[in-house]
């Protein structure tokens, strides 16, 4: 009853639909939270909305926590939370971890600690360490009493690996089995489960203290005659395999590089541990490009659409703090020039052509590298030829565009020697452009730093302040 | 032979590492594309040259054509074309498929017609369509001659649907199975096979017009008793399938939201003609994501970052234009305020940072909307509710940092009415920014346009521009 719904988004956003019309003729969220009642409309109302509140009920019932998890995030606060409260509590811990985590908090702070702890108490151990951080410490306290030695040590196991580890990521269902029997003892030992792990493609082979022998995908347990041994069909050789220490987003890259669906995780002595599947990679490769966008555009996190103003004035304040005093040093740089300024005007209106144009040349490059850095596709000895090409370009756009926007100077200002300055300026500035944009994230990545860590903003300052500085700079010499 | 390198990107960069070492440290490619021998030293180098082109060849031979794929794509253009005359010829076919849009066109070119159909041949009907906008059309004639009626169909299939439709991504590979047999036939008709199509997580149950009737999961014909029917196991309620012509983003969403393997691709009819399987979804998000953030940075598409100077230059030539155009538009705003400026020459500095601010704030809110929209969770009636917050954030931030900007100008002009003339210009222009932010992606998506295209450019000159007017207006108005 629970089922995925059927063709996808379409069906999705009908219901989304459904759910907010309905909210919003029936005055449902005010009254419910005013809870007025007493003169015959009221009771007219209440019956109405006793109606309504049932087949609410009754839709989300069918729906499946993914997709309550996204309406969820889709509804305004009050109307969320009176969604909220109708979901069946079964589901809630599902629907926790799949709301983004800017909406959970918002969802939690609505419930007691009971209904928390029932929450917590349907999840599996690698669930529970991943909403862990989000619940209070002695509900986490209460149900870790709850569950028996084993589970409590792979949640705290799972709890103890930083956020981008492949130990963060790992969960611990899986069928393991031993090499020295055959086929059919599998299959016997497989129909004595009341169902397998979520994506298992494929059986660990391990020996008596739990060591990786081999891998037996389901596909040869299924093709293969249930007389051969599992040593004779499984594999053994180049098995790819994950520490907990791993990095997760290069399991991820593995992931998408070879097509995987599971993969054993072991320890030092190649002791298998746990698992990861393509599902959690799945997440983490969307996680992974979102923070990417959210933090080229100065955001901090992801934020819930429909957060109170001062939480979102927090998630942006850091990026537009670092601009003013960027844009405050191009404005003393400006400053350093206000007697040229003040004799020839036109500078003033020509300068943020050139600080513009070098702005953009610089992101263009710099992203090319960090992602080329980050596929592991450039290492420092390329310098000399990245920044040869690069200055290449560089060259040819400011000739070209350079020569365009000088030949229109001339005409607008009928100065040519204006013009030759635009040139000049401009073809300096994306040569400082190309510059910085190879070097910068070449030179965080040999210090060991993250190469794509606000080097959009470097740059973007060093072009205004630099382009102001050339244009302003060649004109004060060649001009007045 | 040709497995997956064992402990994933640390293994495969040792190995890049070594190519790259060994091609540099022997001259191997200058030589080997000149080829002038005759001398003794030259005869010494050949025989170096050869023992390093069979160690060379006998390490590519053992790597994962997606791994060797990441290593071309790594190497500068002479060293690439080296390496990949070396690779075994079998695995042409697939490195052609893995290496990145930007790269294949110079991996292609350096084929002749028997290569380049040989590889073709090695591909699977999907795959063949997946590569055949790239091969010569005379090839692709040849090779589809070569298949039978069936496979011909197949890729006319695949080929005929837009990119990003899920008929653009399906493949043909798939086991189907009757309902009214039991599990036991089930069991001994899949032994028959020599392999199972990738990423093979259930059976497709259909009737005799190959209707799709139900699914059955691998897992429940291993824990169910064989004597059972597969009508009584399949799953035939609520099942998730796609038609070809559904998008392929929505599809890869719905993969992402039910943790899906696989999933079979219907028509009208509901007559099962394909499936998709997650290891294309998760190709899909990474390249989706990737161009989001290309595209951000004003790069038209991914970039081979050994690409001659002109490629890189036409790749980045569209932006710079439109760049140039907002840029001087903004420029002619000064202009009309020149005389204002040649008054007060302090203006000139100021003026960016009031611009800055407001391309800054509106480009976080952008990001925000425009994420909300594509992820479904906004609808046009949102747009007041919205419109409030945004409004909010801004009138707080233009107080904050505009009070702050204000207090600095007046101690540094000594001028507590062009302070005060700053507060108003960088509020204003939030707010102008925070408007722009929430109307322009809801206005193109109720216009049915794509609401990220083109967003961030659009909403940077309207701010410049903007900027520029609201502040040097205000101060022509007041202070002048």
Redo the contacts between chains.
Sequence with gaps: MT????????V??RH??DI?ELLSRQRLVEDLMHRQHGSHQDLVDSITHRQTIGWLRRKLDRL?P??IA?IL??L?RDQRRLVWDLVRSDKDGEILLEVSDAVRPSLIETMDSNEIRAAAESLDADELADLAPDLPPEVVEDVLETLDQEEREHVRAAMSYPEDTVGALMDFDMVTVREDVTLEVV?RY??R????P????KLFVVDREERLRGILT??S?????PERLVSEVMKS??????APE?DAD??A???????L?SVPVVDGERRVIARVT??D???R??EE??A???S????REE?D??AP??R??RN?WA???I??V???V???V??LF?DS??QL?????????V???GG??G??T????V??IA?????PS?VW??LG?EV??AL??GVV?GG??GA?VWGLYGNPALGAVMIGAMTLNLLLAATAGVLIPLMRQRFGRDPALGG?VMITALT?SGG?FIFLGLATLFLL
Excluded: C
């Excluded at 979520?198 to 493609?201: P, Q, V």
């Design positions: 089922e995925p719904t059927p063709r996808d988004s379409d999705l956003q989304l639909r907010r499946h993914a997709d996204h995030e889709a305004p299959l497989l129909r489960f009341e169902e397998l979520d994506h298992t493609d389901l596909e347990l299924l093709i293969n005659d050789r180049s098995l790819v395999t994950f791993d290069e399991a890259a593995a992931f998408e590089r070879y097509d669906i393509v599902a990679m799945v997440d490769i969307r490009s979102e990417e966008i959210l080229q555009a100065g955001l934020e659409i429909f103003i001062m979102s004035v942006r990026w537009l703090a601009n003013l960027t844009a405050f191009a404005s003393r400006i400053g206000e300024i003040a005007v036109a500078l003033a209106a020509l300068m943020p052509i600080a513009g144009i953009n040349a992101n263009q710099i992203t090319m590298i992602r080329a596929m592991g596709q450039v290492e390329a030829r990245l090409k290449g370009v040819i756009n565009w365009v926007i229109v959009s205004d102001f």
